[in-house]
C-alpha cells in the first residue's frame, strides 16, 4: 500500500473545507491532517503539523493567504504550498508564486485539477492554474514597497472594513499608533484618502479586496 501525503487545509469556509476533506480522505494518495480557518491558524500549523502540502485560501480575515505565504518563507522544507483562490487577478498570482507558494489553482477548476497541481508541487513543480494566463502572470512586474508586516496586516485589516478604532483593537494598539500607520502607508503608497489607498494596494498585490456581489 502507497503512503498516502498528508495534507492541510486551511479556509474559512466550512463548506468547502468538507468538502475537500472528503475528496482528499477518499482518495487513496492523499489524507487530511489539519485544517485551519485562517491565516493566524495557518501558519500555527505549518510549525506544529508534520505534513506534505498545505492548501491555502487567499481571502480570509485576520490575515489573508498572500500574507502568510509572506511569512511562511522559512517554513519546513518538505511543506507545499497550493494556493486555491477564487480571484485569478495577475498581481495575486505573481506576488503568491513570487513570495514562496508552489502552485496557483483557481477554485472553479477544482474539480478537474486538485489532483493533477498535488501531484506537481510535490513533485517540486510550479503548477499554476492552465485558466491562467502565465504570460501575463509573467509579465507583471515585481513591486518594492517599504511596507512592513504589521502595515500589510493594517492594510488587509482597512479592508475588511475595521473603522480606527476597531483596528487598534485588534492589533492590540492605541488609536493614535493605528492613525499613525494609516498616515504611513498612505505616504508610501503616494496617496490622498482611504479608497486610493486601498487600489493602489490591491493593484500592487498588497491586500485582497472583497468581490462584489452580482
Do not use: W
Not at 168 to 176: D, Q, V
Request: contains cysteine; charged residues 30%.
Amino acid at each position: 500500500m502507497l503512503n498516502r501525503r498528508s495534507v492541510i487545509l486551511i479556509d474559512d469556509h466550512a463548506l468547502v473545507r468538507r468538502g475537500l476533506a472528503a475528496l482528499l480522505n477518499q482518495s487513496k494518495r492523499f489524507k487530511v491532517v489539519a485544517e485551519g480557518t485562517n491565516g493566524e491558524e495557518a501558519l500555527e500549523l505549518a510549525r506544529k503539523v508534520p505534513a506534505d502540502v498545505m492548501i491555502l485560501d487567499l481571502a480570509m480575515p485576520r490575515l489573508n493567504g498572500l500574507e502568510v505565504v509572506t511569512r511562511l518563507a522559512d517554513r519546513p522544507d518538505r511543506l507545499r504550498l497550493l494556493v486555491v483562490s477564487m480571484y485569478d487577478d495577475e498581481a495575486f498570482v505573481a506576488r503568491a508564486l513570487r513570495d514562496g507558494a508552489d502552485g496557483y489553482l483557481l477554485k472553479h477548476a477544482l474539480d478537474d485539477d486538485l489532483f493533477r497541481a498535488l501531484e506537481a508541487v510535490l513533485a517540486g513543480e510550479v503548477y499554476v492554474c492552465p485558466k491562467i494566463d502565465r504570460e501575463r502572470v509573467k509579465a507583471v512586474a515585481p513591486t518594492e514597497t517599504d511596507v512592513t508586516d504589521r502595515e500589510r496586516e493594517v492594510l488587509q485589516l482597512i479592508a475588511d472594513g475595521l473603522t480606527t478604532s476597531e483596528l487598534a483593537e485588534r492589533l492590540f494598539i492605541s488609536p493614535h499608533t493605528a492613525t499613525r500607520h494609516r498616515a504611513n502607508l498612505m505616504r508610501k503608497l503616494n496617496v490622498h484618502n482611504p479608497a486610493e489607498l486601498l487600489r493602489a494596494a490591491a493593484a500592487r498585490g498588497l491586500i485582497i479586496l472583497p468581490r462584489q456581489t452580482e
